[in-house]
């Protein structure tokens, strides 16, 4: 059974940095795209950023030049590392993948696995 495990979360004063992990587990296959994302207190879901097969990455408008996605394809492991927090980062972060899809969607719909999530909360 494939498991995602995201991990890194936690409190964090806006201006600062967080950086999360996602660990995979039974998967004898490699993902093709994977990314994160992130559901803030009582919105839905957004990718926060994705990274396709062949190593291209998409950033949410909101992040970018803030936040950087990394993978270790063969270990289907996915990192993000976020600097400059803000209170509009507040949220739970979850690991998506997808085994054939080339590129994650910007709700989630369509990623065939899921970590649980791990949250973040920026505040002073």
């Known amino acids: 059974q494939v498991q995602l495990v995201e991990s890194g979360g936690g409190l964090v004063q806006p201006g600062g940095s967080l950086s999360l992990s996602c660990a995979t587990s039974g998967a004898r296959f490699t993902f093709n795209a994977m990314g994160w994302y992130r559901q803030p207190p009582g919105k839905q879901r957004e990718l926060v950023a994705g990274?396709?097969?062949?190593?291209?990455?998409d950033y949410a408008d909101s992040v970018k030049g803030r936040f950087t996605i990394s993978r270790d394809k063969p270990r289907n492991a996915l990192t993000l590392h976020m600097n400059n927090l803000n209170s509009e980062d507040t949220a739970v972060y979850y690991c998506g993948a997808a085994r054939f899809r080339n590129r994650a969607t910007r709700d989630g719909n369509g990623m065939d696995y899921w970590g649980k999530g791990t949250s973040v909360t920026v505040s002073s």
């Open positions: 990274i396709m097969s062949g190593g291209s990455v």
